[in-house]
């Protein structure tokens, strides 16, 4: 026990909790007086080197992070060789005790609450770090009702190698998403998204959505298990949020919503729709919605009936003889019911299914809007874009996989992925136009990689051009610094580094004309003269023109172990037939392109043996 000790300027009081890695203290930070958690190794792991290594990468994660409703480091370092970090301290009640207490949350607590959840989840996903142990344990309210994300013990960073191993799975089981469960290594932010699901099904019905007698059991029902909807255990559900919870807790990741900034929107609109419900006094028309089609449609016809039967009624009364409140009744009825029926009428027709088609011009018009935008500078361009995409050609590609539409509807997605890559690569290189990797890690890294795979004409070819303009002039005289100091190395392994830099280098900014294109260009094509020449050497076979006769003979030359002055003039012998003058005083080979190749290996030969003595 460490209470009573001090960990440098920390002055440990009391002990807040363990797990099986560490154990976290109440202490005081002696020089301001301030409360904080201090969380060092559990007794006995300090000498295990693996342990160390997550528990260091645990702070080193926490210093990426800094956010309102995530928990902040304040120091790490060394005691007795064993880590430990300091954090903010949380006077406040985690969730599972709160849960704990009241059994459930109301619906309207699920969302504010949740709105603050998906505000961490989305500053750590942009940061490349997925927590994978959401649950409500690891959630804490502090006295002013902020929430605050903890524990990323065991949160991988993407951008480095996880410490566990391939097929192993990590997290609690009754919250872990299907992907999890599988032991799959490569998981994405959607896997936070499917316990974030899992977490609103606890709060809102008191209850988790699989029961399982043991963990294996419990992998088993996330990945193939059915679970009831939450609104049938728990009946003043909005439907909206109803759905936006199954939405989460879809067994493909690809269907669930596209990252927790769209679930916050999602959260915020179920506030709208029932506030604008209630005002319009439809509360009937909610419950509607939530029955079956058929069941809709019965109760259409009874309130037909209805009316029916009240104009039957008063065809069989005389009107003179009626008394005027009745009437007035009368007609009031039949006009409440009239309203209901068109109430009705608008709910079955907003719920029935939209066609290939409309869902198209859906998306484009959302995709028009975010185009705007985004000419705007607004950045409200990827709300549009990602609303397009979820709400319509997602829906339209996964329930018409046949319908005509299909290929237009996977084009505009992949032009709304481009655009959404442009705009946070473009967003991180005005963060730090020096460091090229941290730009290059996030969007214009990935949206680089989608050019072998895309068509010239295609439209997500706008943005990937848009990198390159203003990319290249970073990058590209990078690639090619490194790829020629590669190249004229003599080494296999090196050579290889050199075409990849530099063909990616090509391949990337081929179409913008900048002048290292064509010098990435005249490089490879001389690496490639030289390889083919060692190749016809190698195997006895003849030259296609003197240029290449010319390059064999000096590479034969160094085969042969010939002295470096005899080398040199075998090669000197290249350049100087490349650049023979004509009568108009142009050089006859060198801007042949047939020839060049072999010049240019003529030239790049004689600067590598300049330098040896």
């Given amino acids: 026990m460490l209470i009573g000790q001090s960990i440098g300027p920390f002055q440990i009081e009391k002990e807040l909790g363990s797990g099986a890695m560490g154990t976290v203290y109440r202490a005081t930070y002696t020089k301001t007086g301030r409360a904080v958690a201090i969380k060092v190794i559990a007794a006995g792991l300090g000498d295990n080197e693996r342990v160390q290594q997550r528990f260091e990468r645990e702070a080193d994660i926490l210093k990426q992070l800094k956010h309102p409703n995530i928990v902040r480091l304040l120091a790490s370092g060394k005691y007795h060789r064993s880590p430990f970090y300091a954090m903010e301290y949380i006077d406040g009640e985690p969730l599972d005790q ?82 999890q469960c599988r032991g799959e290594r490569n998981l994405t932010p959607k896997s936070d998204l499917y316990s974030l699901g899992v977490l609103f099904y606890e709060l809102l019905t008191g209850r988790k959505p699989f029961l399982a007698e043991s963990a294996m059991d419990m992998f088993i029902q996330h990945v193939q298990g059915d679970f009831d909807r939450p609104a049938e255990h728990v009946m003043d559900i909005p439907v909206w949020l109803d759905t936006l919870v199954c939405q989460l807790m879809e067994k493909k990741p690809d269907n669930r919503p596209l990252n927790a900034h769209t679930v916050a929107q999602a959260l ?29 449609a019965k109760e259409e016809r009874e309130l037909a009936e209805s009316i029916a039967s009240v104009k039957k009624k008063r065809k069989k009364k005389p009107e003179s003889s009626a008394e005027p409140g009745d009437r007035a009744k009368l007609l009031a009825a039949g006009g409440l ?59 339209l590609v996964n329930k018409y996989p046949e319908a005509e539409e299909v290929p237009a509807a996977k084009a505009r997605l992949a032009y709304i992925k481009a655009a959404r890559l442009y705009v946070r690569g473009r967003r991180d290189l005005k963060v730090d136009l020096v460091d090229f990797s941290a730009a290059l890690s996030r969007g214009y890294e990935q949206l680089f990689a989608l050019i072998p795979q895309t068509a010239a004409n295609a439209p997500e070819m706008v943005y990937i051009d848009k990198a ?29 580094l050199a075409r990849e830099k530099l063909e990616r ?70 350049k100087d037939w490349g650049y023979r003058e004509q009568l108009g005083g142009q050089p006859i080979h060198a801007e042949n392109p047939r020839y060049r190749p072999c010049v240019l290996a003529a030239e790049e030969k004689l600067k590598v043996l300049s330098r040896r003595s």
């Fill in 98 to 179: 709160i849960l704990q207490r009241r059994g459930k949350l109301s619906w309207q607590e699920v969302v504010e609450l949740g709105k603050q959840v998906c505000a961490a989840l989305q500053h750590a996903h942009e940061a490349g770090i997925i927590h994978r142990d959401l649950k409500p344990s690891n959630l804490m309210f502090d006295r002013n009702k902020v929430l605050k994300l903890t524990d990323f013990g065991i949160a991988k960073d993407t951008d480095v190698t996880g410490l566990t191993s391939a097929n192993s799975t990590v997290g609690t089981a009754a919250y872990m998403s299907p992907e």
């Fill in 468 to 496: 390159r303009q203003e990319f290249v002039k970073w990058e590209a005289p990078q690639l090619l610094s490194a790829g020629r100091k590669a190249a004229r190395v003599d080494d296999t392994s090196e050579w290889v």
């Fill in 268 to 296: 915020d609109d179920v506030k709208t729709k029932v506030e604008a419900l209630k005002s319009a006094g439809e509360d009937a028309v909610a419950r509607l919605a939530r029955t079956p089609s058929g069941k809709i």
């Fill in 337 to 395: 019911t009239l309203v209901l029926l068109m109430l009705v009428g608008i709910v079955i027709y907003a719920l029935q299914p939209a066609g290939p088609g409309e869902l198209l011009e859906r998306a484009d018009k959302l995709i028009k809007q975010g185009d705007e935008l985004f000419a705007q500078g607004d950045p409200g361009c990827r709300d549009k874009w990602d609303d397009a995409e979820e709400k319509f050609l997602n829906k």
């Fill in 505 to 574: 280098l090509v391949v990337r900014y081929g179409p913008t004309g900048h002048d290292t294109v064509r010098d990435a260009q005249d490089i490879l094509a001389w690496m490639a003269a030289l390889e083919t020449c060692e190749d016809k050497l190698r195997r006895n076979r003849p030259p296609e023109h003197d240029a290449e006769r010319l390059v064999m003979a000096a590479l034969k030359a160094e085969l042969d172990g010939l002295p470096l002055e005899e080398i040199r003039q075998r090669w000197r012998e290249v």
